[in-house]
């Protein structure tokens, strides 16, 4: 199963830039995520399937109860993400665990810049100063759990890329999913 996040909505729009919001382009990724799911018969579940309002703490509660109906190891939380910067950053970026041995990030990032779509940043994990996960979605996630930003918001060559390819690029967590001998080994 995977659980897809679409990042922001309602009144938080997120990153602004080039015309455009976060919630906006993370809604569409999500909802083309979703819609290839139901293609390839992966049970999925959105944390939003339209532009509202949904704090991270119920975002990541029902994940974890979706999480634990499953009761597999197979189900991944991917969450939508576009990044901001002032200055001239661009490309892709995957956000792991840093308890995360798997290869899912990796076999991700590479489909990314296999597809040439946008430029390829980096896999990391940070941790905060407890020595947990930084970021909400993946601290407060019991299962394994991404956060994929989709380029930056103020770089128009990536804004572009991203729009004109939204297909493309929004398959291609689905194809590392079906790819994941994690979660293969698991169904």
């Known amino acids: 199963m995977i659980i897809i996040d679409a990042g922001h909505g309602g009144k938080d729009s997120g990153a602004l830039g080039s015309g455009l919001k976060e919630k906006d382009l993370t809604l569409q990724i999500s909802l083309t995520q979703a819609r290839l799911c139901e293609i390839y018969g992966i049970p999925h579940y959105l944390t939003r399937n339209s532009d509202i309002t949904t704090e991270l703490i119920d975002r990541t509660t029902r994940a974890n ?21 002032d200055g001239i950053a661009k490309g ?20 990314v810049k296999r597809s040439d779509i946008l430029a390829v940043r980096k896999v990391f994990s940070r941790k905060n100063n407890s020595g947990s996960d930084y970021f909400h979605m993946i601290r407060q996630t019991s299962g394994r759990s991404y956060i994929l930003e989709w380029g930056f918001i103020k770089n128009i060559t990536d804004m572009n890329s991203l729009r004109n390819n939204m297909i493309v690029t929004a398959s291609l967590p689905i194809i590392a999913y079906l790819r994941d001998k994690t979660i293969i080994k698991n169904i």
């Open 92 to 111: 892709f970026e995957i956000i792991k665990s840093y308890a995360d041995s798997t290869d899912y990030a990796d076999r991700l990032l590479e489909l």
């Open 65 to 85: 109860e979706v999480i634990h109906k499953q009761k597999t190891d197979s189900t991944i939380l991917i969450s939508n993400h576009i990044n901001s910067s």
